[in-house]
């Protein structure tokens, strides 16, 4: 069985938390709780709050979301 993909959104990081974990706001006022991808771990890619991100929102949990991309 093929793994879902979930669907792509833009967002603000409100707050950080341990563990390379992000409060992401979307513009309808969803948050979620995103982790960081581990292409951007691994390239040194630093978040702060403030950041605009491309989180990637889980199929199955739409309250959990994966941080793809930074904006610059």
Not at 11 to 29: A, D, L, Q, R
Not at 35 to 58: A, F, H, Q
């Amino acid at each position: 069985m093929a793994k879902e993909k979930g669907f792509e959104q833009e967002g603000i990081v409100k707050s950080t938390h341990p563990n390379t974990m992000f409060t992401v706001e979307f513009p309808n006022g969803h948050e979620v709780l995103a982790k960081l991808s581990g292409r951007m771990s691994k390239n040194y890619i630093r978040i702060i709050s403030g950041d605009r991100v491309t989180v990637e929102v889980s199929s199955y949990d739409p309250s959990r979301g994966r941080i793809t991309y930074r904006h610059k």
